[in-house]
């Protein structure tokens, strides 16, 4: 075994690794950039080392800066977690001839499968079937519009070298295809550097499931399948395992191509293999097919962990070190049933726009594993990915398994930013999900009930009231101040507070009165105990009792907050400025393009709400904003 590894890595991953790092008596070097410098696996890590800004270019994306760490701290491996550095071939090459061990598969397995137009074309050769379409190297958009019609609609235009769900597209007719193709190039070229474009017939009612393998170079075994259909933009929400509504039939079907797929490329360490299954007529052994393989730990691996009693993490360092492959496929079996959910710093009705903000409360459930790369106290920054945590879990059954998520989403408390808990916690509670009919289509059919705010229920109304008035704590100091008056309190409706006594006041909401009384357990209303906890920061009381109730309180005094703004364009999430399109002077319609913004996984388009001049410019292509900076502004309108 390494006596000391480096983590090339942030974040949950980073952390995670320690984790299983520290329990194999094996030291840990951290690298951090500079907006990282307090982050959580710093202060984990048995040392850590600075590489650079905070922009991945600047820092986790420096192989050379990283390399050099590792040789300063005398760490003999480096794990790369996931994302950054590690499905690149060259990163691996180099730290290679550094002397160095990679921990994960070789360079040119990572190449092998790095385009996915020639790993399709290599699977097809090793028996592993593949999704019917066109592969080819001709990329002339007649040529591909012909291979579209006889693939038959609907079909995938899918970027190459695409990851993240980015440069794909849906066809569902001819009329459409050449639109659909010019943009799916342009967005691969931007996000890829390389516009090469696949064809896929679009698979009805798709499934994604997946199979985690783990080879020695040689050999490979695999761990069963998760399923993660449950989808947002082709981007992963929840995962489980194992699959609902698996078969013996397919899953050992499934198991063998993925351990084909894996051993055709002399594949060494964690990796997996994804599949697209036709769901339509529920899961049989010809309906799935080869999609890509990740050449790396999967950000979902933990519900793998769970069902298997697996340390992925363990048997990466032990494989990576130099033994044998821990275990053989049939010392492998399942035990019960696992979800992973992914909370996000996202703000859902604004459209899953990425958020950010300073963690001034966070607590995870008691009953979950939580994988986190932050503590309490910590920022979600807009450098990085927001992801807040992954919360985990495993419970016997199926149902089991889903209440026992809805349980630790209820029981999650996040103050500070907004998150996307209440849409997982929809989701957790969605019928068609809790009976195992899942697609990759659910979210986005039932995306207004998942999102749709429900009232917050009237006992957190009436607490969040006291809270208002600063009577959560009990008002014993302030009892004589406030009784025995009626007092109406600010609040996001009509609101008046009597106080009764010391810990027991009337609360007047939503037309009725509410005795709340305070007990050592907590807050009691109408006679009902509430467990509720409470935030209070920068205007917004947070009550947490079954899921976090938000409310904005407003300040009477505060008029600049409706000020009109029409003359600038804000920066409606935090990201890097992508283009400009613009300069002072410049002439434009309402709706005219005036930049792009990205952040993780996203781009977004801000259009001058109005005709006028741009009188300045205050953001440049490349430089990093945060939520609501002002990018352009325009010339005051003149009155007519
Ligand atoms: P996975 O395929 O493991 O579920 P995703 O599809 O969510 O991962 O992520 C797409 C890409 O973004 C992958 O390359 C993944 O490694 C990377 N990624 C995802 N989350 C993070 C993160 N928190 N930090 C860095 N990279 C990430
Ligand atoms: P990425 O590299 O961006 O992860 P994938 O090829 O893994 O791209 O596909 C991402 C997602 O797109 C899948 O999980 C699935 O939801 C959907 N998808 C991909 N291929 C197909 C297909 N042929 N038919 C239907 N859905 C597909
Ligand atoms: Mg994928």
Same mark, same amino acid.
Request: hydrophobic share 45%; glycine share 10%; aromatic share 6%.
């Given at each position: 075994m390494f006596r000391k590894i480096l983590i090339a890595n942030r974040g949950e991953i980073a952390c995670r690794v320690i984790d299983s790092a520290r329990r194999l008596g094996v030291a840990t070097v951290a690298v951090y950039s500079e907006a990282d410098a307090g982050a959580r696996h710093v202060a984990l890590a048995d040392e850590a080392v600075a590489i650079g800004g905070p922009a991945p270019k600047d820092s986790y994306l420096r192989g050379d800066a990283i390399i050099a760490a590792a040789l300063a701290t005398g760490a003999e491996a480096i794990h790369p977690g996931y994302g950054f550095l590690s499905e690149n071939p060259g990163f691996v090459d180099a730290v290679e001839a550094a002397g160095l061990v990679f921990i994960g598969p070789s360079a040119d397995a990572i190449r092998a499968m790095g385009l996915k137009d020639a790993a399709k074309a290599l699977m097809d050769k090793a028996g592993v079937p593949v999704v019917p379409g066109y592969h080819g190297a001709n990329q002339d958009p007649e040529h591909l519009a012909g291979a579209a019609e006889q693939i038959g609609y609907p079909v995938l235009i899918k970027a190459v070298a695409g990851g993240g769900g980015k440069g794909m597209r849906l066809v569902e007719r001819a009329g459409d295809f050449t639109a659909a193709l010019a943009s799916a190039q342009g967005e691969a070229q931007t996000a890829f550097g390389n516009p090469a474009v696949l064809i896929e017939k679009y698979v009805e009612k798709p499934r994604h499931i997946e199979v985690q393998v783990f080879g020695d170079g040689t050999h490979a075994v695999h761990l069963f399948e998760r399923d993660c259909s449950l989808q947002r933009r082709h981007q992963k929400v929840i995962e489980e395992a194992p699959a609902p509504g698996m078969t013996p039939e397919m899953r050992e079907a499934m198991g063998m191509a993925a351990v084909r797929a894996a051993e055709a490329i002399g594949y060494k360490g964690a990796g997996t293999v994804e599949f697209i299954v036709d769901g339509s007529d529920g899961l049989r052994p010809d309906r799935f097919w080869f999609m890509e393989m990740n050449t790396r730990l999967q950000v979902e691996h933990p519900v793998t962990e769970a069902i298997t009693g697996v340390d992925l993490v363990e048997w990466q360092l032990r494989v990576a070190s130099g033994e044998a492959l821990p275990a053989q496929q049939d010392d492998l079996t399942i035990r019960g049933h696992s979800f992973e959910a992914r909370l996000y710093a996202e703000d859902v009705p604004a459209g899953f726009?990425?958020?950010?903000?300073?963690?001034?409360?966070?607590?995870?459930?008691?009953?979950?594993?939580?994988?986190?790369?932050?503590?309490?106290?910590?920022?979600?920054?807009?450098?990085?990915?927001?992801?807040?945590?992954?919360?985990?879990?495993?419970?016997? &059954?199926?149902? +089991? $398994?889903?209440?026992?998520? !809805? %349980? @630790? #989403?209820?029981?999650?408390?996040? *103050? =500070?930013?907004?998150?996307?808990?209440?849409?997982?916690?929809?989701?957790?509670?969605?019928?068609?999900?809790?009976?195992?009919?899942?697609?990759?289509?659910?979210?986005?059919?039932?995306?207004?009930?998942? &999102?749709?705010? +429900? $009232?917050?229920?009237?006992? !957190? %109304? @009436? #607490?969040?009231?006291?809270?208002? *008035? =600063?009577?959560?704590?009990?008002?014993?100091?302030?009892?004589?101040?406030?009784?025995?008056?009626?007092?109406?309190?600010?609040?996001?409706?009509?609101?008046?507070?009597?106080?009764?006594?010391?810990?027991?006041?009337?609360?007047?909401?939503?037309?009725?009165?509410?005795?709340?009384?305070?007990?050592?357990?907590?807050?009691?209303?109408?006679?009902?105990?509430?467990?509720?906890?409470?935030?209070?920061?920068?205007?917004?009381v947070t009550v947490f009792m079954c899921g976090a109730h938000r409310f904005d309180i407003p300040d009477p005094l505060d008029r600049a907050a409706h000020q009109e703004a029409s003359d600038l364009t804000l920066a409606p999430m935090p990201g890097q400025v992508k283009a400009v399109f613009v300069r002072p002077g410049d002439m434009v319609e309402a709706g005219a393009r005036l930049a792009i913004l990205e952040a993780m996984k996203m781009e977004h388009t801000m259009l001058a709400a109005r005709a006028g001049r741009v009188a300045e410019v205050l953001v440049e292509a490349g430089g990093q904003v945060e939520a609501g900076a002002a990018l352009i502004r325009l010339e005051e309108e003149e009155a007519a």
């Amino acid at each position: 075994m390494f006596r000391k590894i480096l983590i090339a890595n942030r974040g949950e991953i980073a952390c995670r690794v320690i984790d299983s790092a520290r329990r194999l008596g094996v030291a840990t070097v951290a690298v951090y950039s500079e907006a990282d410098a307090g982050a959580r696996h710093v202060a984990l890590a048995d040392e850590a080392v600075a590489i650079g800004g905070p922009a991945p270019k600047d820092s986790y994306l420096r192989g050379d800066a990283i390399i050099a760490a590792a040789l300063a701290t005398g760490a003999e491996a480096i794990h790369p977690g996931y994302g950054f550095l590690s499905e690149n071939p060259g990163f691996v090459d180099a730290v290679e001839a550094a002397g160095l061990v990679f921990i994960g598969p070789s360079a040119d397995a990572i190449r092998a499968m790095g385009l996915k137009d020639a790993a399709k074309a290599l699977m097809d050769k090793a028996g592993v079937p593949v999704v019917p379409g066109y592969h080819g190297a001709n990329q002339d958009p007649e040529h591909l519009a012909g291979a579209a019609e006889q693939i038959g609609y609907p079909v995938l235009i899918k970027a190459v070298a695409g990851g993240g769900g980015k440069g794909m597209r849906l066809v569902e007719r001819a009329g459409d295809f050449t639109a659909a193709l010019a943009s799916a190039q342009g967005e691969a070229q931007t996000a890829f550097g390389n516009p090469a474009v696949l064809i896929e017939k679009y698979v009805e009612k798709p499934r994604h499931i997946e199979v985690q393998v783990f080879g020695d170079g040689t050999h490979a075994v695999h761990l069963f399948e998760r399923d993660c259909s449950l989808q947002r933009r082709h981007q992963k929400v929840i995962e489980e395992a194992p699959a609902p509504g698996m078969t013996p039939e397919m899953r050992e079907a499934m198991g063998m191509a993925a351990v084909r797929a894996a051993e055709a490329i002399g594949y060494k360490g964690a990796g997996t293999v994804e599949f697209i299954v036709d769901g339509s007529d529920g899961l049989r052994p010809d309906r799935f097919w080869f999609m890509e393989m990740n050449t790396r730990l999967q950000v979902e691996h933990p519900v793998t962990e769970a069902i298997t009693g697996v340390d992925l993490v363990e048997w990466q360092l032990r494989v990576a070190s130099g033994e044998a492959l821990p275990a053989q496929q049939d010392d492998l079996t399942i035990r019960g049933h696992s979800f992973e959910a992914r909370l996000y710093a996202e703000d859902v009705p604004a459209g899953f726009l990425p958020a950010t903000g300073r963690l001034e409360h966070l607590v995870f459930s008691e009953s979950c594993r939580a994988d986190t790369g932050v503590r309490p106290g910590d920022t979600i920054s807009p450098w990085y990915d927001p992801m807040i945590a992954k919360v985990i879990v495993h419970g016997p &059954t199926r149902a +089991a $398994a889903l209440a026992q998520l !809805a %349980r @630790a #989403l209820d029981d999650t408390q996040v *103050a =500070g930013t907004v998150t996307n808990l209440a849409f997982l916690a929809a989701l957790a509670r969605h019928k068609g999900f809790a009976a195992g009919d899942v697609d990759t289509g659910l979210i986005a059919r039932d995306l207004d009930a998942l &999102t749709a705010q +429900a $009232a917050p229920p009237l006992a !957190a %109304r @009436a #607490l969040a009231v006291i809270a208002a *008035a =600063g009577l959560e704590d009990g008002a014993g100091a302030g009892f004589a101040l406030w009784a025995p008056l009626r007092r109406p309190v600010a609040f996001t409706e009509e609101a008046a507070i009597r106080v009764l006594g010391p810990g027991h006041v009337s609360v007047e909401v939503g037309g009725g009165a509410h005795e709340c009384i305070l007990r050592p357990d907590g807050w009691w209303v109408d006679g009902a105990k509430t467990g509720a906890r409470f935030h209070k920061a920068g205007g917004v009381v947070t009550v947490f009792m079954c899921g976090a109730h938000r409310f904005d309180i407003p300040d009477p005094l505060d008029r600049a907050a409706h000020q009109e703004a029409s003359d600038l364009t804000l920066a409606p999430m935090p990201g890097q400025v992508k283009a400009v399109f613009v300069r002072p002077g410049d002439m434009v319609e309402a709706g005219a393009r005036l930049a792009i913004l990205e952040a993780m996984k996203m781009e977004h388009t801000m259009l001058a709400a109005r005709a006028g001049r741009v009188a300045e410019v205050l953001v440049e292509a490349g430089g990093q904003v945060e939520a609501g900076a002002a990018l352009i502004r325009l010339e005051e309108e003149e009155a007519a």
